[in-house]
């Protein structure tokens, strides 16, 4: 059976034993300068995370099957799917145990940095830095980070308008669901940026660096 052209969570993710993982926004923004000695900035792009993982040592066996995996990515051609192992789950929350039952939506979107949610569970802490995704179009994925803390109401479940970053892109509407258990982004692998080193007789390292997309 062909592997997807979207490698899912539990068929990539899941299988990295990370030792050290950094998200980070790429901005995409041009810089100028006026002659009043003004600095201006303007976005020529969205902003988009980079990530950069590095493995710990695993057999020789197991590291060759995940540069596989790597390797089918066919350089940047096609996509896999990556959470941040630093904080798969809100901080209040680390194994997802209270969230798990709850469906999530997007609520009242003021602008596309200040959004609300429904349908969590009663009293649910989203502290500052969450991570949280959205699927829309069927197979492009949002992965944002709340900059306020909330708490659900404790009756409702539902959250106040709260600012989120990067920017909520402009083609997500109506209330799909919000996911905060390992919410993940498209990535691409950066072409020539996975490299095996190993670690003593037995065991290999992996370190690459990927790239998100909105693409399809």
Not at 5 to 34: C, E, K, Y
Not at 38 to 44: I, K, P, Q, V
Not at 68 to 96: E, V, W, Y
Not at 147 to 163: D, H, I, K, S
Request: charged fraction near 15%; hydrophobic fraction near 40%.
């Amino acid at each position: 059976m062909a592997l997807p052209s979207i490698l899912p969570v539990a068929s990539f993710a899941d299988l990295l034993n990370v030792t050290d993982v950094s998200f980070v926004q790429g901005w995409q923004q041009q810089r100028s300068a006026t002659a009043s000695g003004e600095t201006r900035y303007a976005d020529r792009a969205p902003s988009l995370w980079k990530a950069s993982v590095t493995t710990g040592p695993s057999l020789h066996a197991e590291a060759e099957g995940l540069m596989s995996l790597i390797n089918s990515r066919a350089g940047g051609l096609k996509t896999a799917l990556l959470f941040n192992h630093k904080l798969p789950f809100p901080s209040s929350d680390p194994d997802g145990a209270r969230i798990a039952g709850y469906t999530p939506k997007l609520g009242v979107v003021t602008d596309r940095l200040h959004v609300a949610f429904t349908g969590f569970r009663p009293g649910y802490v989203l502290p500052l830095g969450t991570y949280f995704g959205i699927i829309w179009d069927t197979s492009r994925y949002y992965l944002g980070q709340l900059v306020e803390a909330r708490t659900a109401n404790p009756v409702t479940g539902a959250v106040a308008a709260t600012e989120i970053w990067p920017p909520l892109p402009a083609s997500i509407s109506g209330t799909p669901n919000v996911i905060v258990s390992k919410p993940c982004g498209k990535f691409r692998v950066e072409p020539g940026s996975a490299f095996p080193s190993t670690s003593g007789a037995l065991h290999t390292s992996i370190k690459f660096s990927a790239e998100q997309t909105y693409s399809r």
